[in-house]
């Protein structure tokens, strides 16, 4: 266990404040039955279709869609079809049909950690659209004001240390001071070689296997606990 109280807290999200479930059976499935309406209802906006020529970049010679649901069905960590998701998933949230999950451990550390001065980022494969989506419509109401910054792999694989160096620059912090939590080793494995310290949340109901590599955490208040962190 690393010494001494960190000054910011940049979190994973599925698997980490969100259940598994919630995002493969709940999130993924509502992208996947509302991309073709999607696409041809806003497919000629700027935003969108700026995406969709990122999508043919990568798979030149085939059909956006084609491309899309492929990725969809693989969960692939592709930048254009990510914020594609977090694009649908907007009207999701805002009509109501969709309430970001978090356990029920998370919000009051969340807020404990930012009333006691901490830094709070998030790092997701998922969008910055689709993280402030979640965070500020969650079960526990609007959390977004509590960060500082969101991270998605624009900034860099989640399992290369270059990418959580560079988190740690742009929060103006040595990574030494900088806590990452998450459920993956691999990842773990590239925040602790960047200089990061390190938790892995190892949730019984995500059926997440300990590494044996990492400082372990059943939930948040555990997590305060390790680190000497208020907690709710």
């Known amino acids: 266990m690393n010494p001494g109280r960190p000054f910011a807290v940049l979190t ?6 969100t259940a598994i479930a919630f995002v493969k059976d709940r999130l993924f499935p509502f992208a996947e039955a509302a991309l073709d309406a999607f696409l041809d209802r806003h497919g000629a906006e700027p935003e969108v279709a700026a995406l969709l020529e990122e999508v043919r970049a990568y798979a030149p010679g085939q059909e956006p869609r084609a491309t899309l649901r492929a990725w969809m069905a693989e969960d692939a960590k592709v930048t ?32 404990a950690w930012s009333a006691a001065g901490l830094r709070l980022a998030v790092f997701s494969s998922g969008s910055v659209e689709a993280q402030r989506l979640l965070f500020g419509h969650s079960e526990a109401g609007d959390l977004t004001p509590l960060f500082t910054a969101f991270f998605d ?18 929060l103006g912090l040595a990574p030494g001071g900088v806590l990452f939590l998450s459920d993956v080793t691999e990842e773990l494995d590239a925040a602790a070689a960047a200089g990061m310290r390190t938790c892995q ?10 590494s044996g590599r990492h400082p372990e955490a059943e939930d948040f208040p555990a997590v305060a606990r390790l680190f000497s962190l208020p907690c709710g």
């Open 12 to 17: 994973d999200i599925e698997g980490t404040t």
């Open 80 to 111: 254009p079809l990510k914020a594609l998701q977090g694009l649908i998933w907007r009207q999701g949230y805002l009509d109501g049909r969709l309430k970001g999950h978090l356990w029920p451990d998370v919000a009051p550390c969340l807020r």
């Open 153 to 170: 792999t624009r900034v860099g694989s989640k399992r290369e240390s270059p990418s959580y160096a560079a988190i740690a620059v742009k």
């Open 201 to 210: 949340v190892v949730r019984a109901a995500d059926g997440t296997r300990p």
